[in-house]
């Protein structure tokens, strides 16, 4: 009575195994097994090492904006005024930040004063933004309040101005300095409106991590940037900071019905949301030109195997009047293949895990050895090349590896399994 052999049985792995081992004079076995790991390992370290960068980037990006910028800004649409001139902003701002307050899922909520001016120092002059904003409100600002990485005492804020690194270094300030504001906006008289120029102290300097905001951001005691845009007893907007950013859409009703009825709002989605469409169409494309990278590396594991099988052609037209199926023989071939692909992928994991981890000192080096000034910081936004490496994304890769080295496998051991015992002996 015959036994049916299990799938996959030791003795299946033992001929693979001794197959995948290649003898001296059948060196170009060997070889193309190498090409095939090595073409693998590098496949899936490109595909994990870049989806980690992208990850790290895009987080980065979302956080500088979230950290230093709100996440919505309730503003108010004009409306006639007192002479019939048309004015912005909110005249009860503390009533409507109160409300804003009180919405489930609000941190923050501060009124501003918003203008653009002329810096100058030194000599140099540059382009600002100015935020009017009161002293414990800016210390609730993620990046650039209490805990960041800055320069000065926020205590002495209602005596000078907050500017951001990039801006001090442009115009060679320090905490004592002092800074020049002009604004074309100033002082009206009877003979027209004139400049109004102003001279403050530099009390605090930070770092939000941005490129843009650090070379453009000021921000200004809050009943002095009133007297100096001419916003008395004004507010522009209102900055509001939510519990969960990502689902800042699901606050707009809440925050519309407390702002009052010329309430408007702009997330930081509306502001973001094109560069980060962006992203997430470029991350799906790199996912798909690695994809083929990948393909082409399990491809060589075609050619390897369908070598083997052609050296092997004796050894099978022996093993199958020795009694072994064709089931058996395809699983050989298969072991040999999907291992190949199996180790690579393994090897590739390892590779692209340490790179995302060790990504900072890899930088360095190539930076370097560059010469430095591989990353912009005034293209990227971002100060350095960050990677964040997600379960997600290993998984995608290893599964995407592993599928195709099975696939692709599957054919050349169809070949072998099929070939006829007394064929592969009529020459032998």
């Not at 300095?177 to 008289?189: C, E, F, N």
């Not at 009877?190 to 120029?197: C, M």
């Not at 845009?229 to 925050?255: C, G, K, Q, T």
């Not at 599957?410 to 592969?424: D, K, L, Q, S, Y």
Request: aromatic share 10%; proline share 3%.
């Amino acid at each position: 009575m015959s036994t049916r052999t299990p799938p996959f049985a030791p003795f299946e792995w033992m001929i693979a195994w001794r197959y995948l081992r290649a003898r001296r004079a059948e060196g170009g076995v060997s070889v193309m097994t190498w090409i095939s790991l090595i073409g693998i390992t590098l496949a899936v370290f490109a595909l994990i090492a870049t989806l980690a960068v992208r990850a790290g980037f895009r987080a980065e990006f979302v956080d500088t904006i979230l950290g230093a910028n709100a996440h919505v800004t309730v503003y108010a649409s004009a409306y006639e005024g007192e002479g019939g001139q048309m004015q912005r902003g909110f005249e009860d701002y503390d009533a409507v930040a109160a409300r804003l307050r009180q919405v489930e899922g609000v941190t923050r909520a501060a009124p501003l004063i918003k203008g653009q001016v002329m810096a100058t120092a030194h000599g140099v002059n540059m382009g600002a933004e100015v935020f009017g904003i009161r002293t414990e409100d800016i210390r609730t600002i993620p990046r650039v309040g209490d805990g960041a990485d800055a320069e000065g005492d926020l205590a002495r804020f209602d005596q000078g101005i907050a500017i951001g690194s990039g801006l001090a270094r442009e115009l060679n300030l320090g905490l004592g300095d002092r800074l020049r504001l002009i604004s074309p906006d100033g002082v009206k008289t009877a003979f027209g409106t004139s400049p109004r120029v102003n001279a403050y102290e530099v009390v605090y300097i930070f770092t939000a991590g941005r490129y843009d905001i650090d070379r453009t951001r000021v921000y200004l005691p809050f009943t002095e940037a009133q007297a100096y845009f001419n916003r008395e007893d004004r507010a522009d907007e209102i900055e509001v900071m939510v519990r969960n950013p990502e689902a800042v859409d699901s606050y707009e009703l809440a925050l519309m019905q407390a702002g009052g009825e010329r309430t408007m709002l702009w997330t930081w989605r509306d502001s973001a949301g094109a560069f980060l469409r962006a992203l997430d169409i470029e991350d799906n494309v790199m996912f798909i030109i690695l994809s083929i990278l990948v393909l082409i590396a399990a491809m060589n594991i075609i050619s390897g195997l369908i070598m083997l099988v052609k050296n092997k052609g004796r050894d099978i037209g022996i093993l199958r009047t020795m009694g072994l199926t064709e089931g058996s023989i395809l699983r050989v071939f298969f072991i040999c293949g999907a291992s190949t692909g199996l180790i690579g992928t393994l090897c590739g994991v390892v590779l692209g895990c340490l790179f995302a981890i060790y990504i900072d000192p890899i930088f360095s080096f190539v930076n370097y050895v560059a010469g430095g000034g591989i990353w912009d910081p005034s293209v990227r936004g971002i100060y350095n090349l960050p990677a964040k490496l997600q379960v997600g994304d290993v998984l995608s890769a290893v599964g995407l590896s592993l599928g195709l080295s099975f696939i692709v496998t599957i054919f050349p051991a169809r070949r072998a399994a099929r070939m006829n015992p007394v064929e592969a002996l009529r020459y032998e």
